[in-house]
């Protein structure tokens, strides 16, 4: 089965380390939860494997990296753009095409947000301004996923539903995540990080969510 393996992973900030040496597998279909106290690494983790996977991977950053000027529209469409020439690109920024109008608005409508199609995302709420993220990652129709607290923001049901159509759309995804409940629920695979370092690699079905409190 094909996967990703990944060795001798480092981070430092300031001369000191604050990952690693790492290296582990991540195999292809597996939807791994990383999970860990602030400042455990994960986010410094994510970016770590998103440097190594390239353009391999659709990325939900935790500052979100939209773009305020433009509507929403444009930010989810941002998720392709390296997957068309720069003549569709620019007649997008002016005039959109139906087919892609279709099917960013049929996104928008599953997140709940098909209003805000045309609104600048400087007017977004914390919650909508993470939805446009996330459709911007699944519009990008990457195979895998990289996604720092995806669902940080978002009420109850909708982080229910958006994890759903996170492990439903992409085939194998690595997702950091506060809510240890959330990542029991919706994951495979479970690695804890402490201090820079895995203190827990498990299959979910083999964990409760009282194993994985030792790491906090
Ligand atoms: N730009 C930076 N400059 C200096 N130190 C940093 C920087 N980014 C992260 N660190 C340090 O690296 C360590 C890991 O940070 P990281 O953001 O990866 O943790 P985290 O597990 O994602 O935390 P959180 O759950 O709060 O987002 C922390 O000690 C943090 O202070």
Request: aromatic share 6%.
């Amino acid at each position: 089965m094909s996967g990703f393996d990944f060795n001798g992973l480092t981070a430092s900030f300031d001369g000191e380390r604050v990952i690693g040496p790492l290296s582990f597998r991540i195999n292809e279909g597996e939807h791994v939860g990383l999970v860990g106290k602030s400042g455990a690494g994960k986010s410094t983790l994510i970016r770590l494997l998103y440097d190594r996977l390239d353009s391999q991977a659709s990325l939900v950053p935790q500052g979100l990296g939209l773009v305020n000027a433009l509507p929403v529209f444009h930010n989810v469409f941002m998720g392709q753009l390296d997957q068309h020439g720069t003549w569709y690109n620019t007649v997008t920024l002016i005039r959109p095409f139906r087919r892609d109008k279709d099917a960013i608005r049929a996104l928008l409508t599953e997140l709940g947000i098909p209003e805000k199609l045309w609104i600048p995302a400087a007017a977004l709420s914390g919650g909508q301004r993470q939805r446009v993220a996330i459709a911007r990652a699944l519009y990008r129709q990457a195979p895998t996923l990289l996604a720092d607290e995806p669902i940080s923001a978002l009420d109850g049901p909708m982080a229910q539903q958006v994890m759903t159509m996170l492990t439903n759309q992409f085939t194998t995804s690595i997702v950091a995540l506060h809510d240890v409940e959330m990542a029991l629920a919706h994951c495979t695979r479970i690695i804890g990080i402490q201090d820079g370092q895995i203190a827990l690699d498990q299959p979910a079905s083999e964990l409760t969510a009282a194993d994985i409190s030792v790491l906090y």
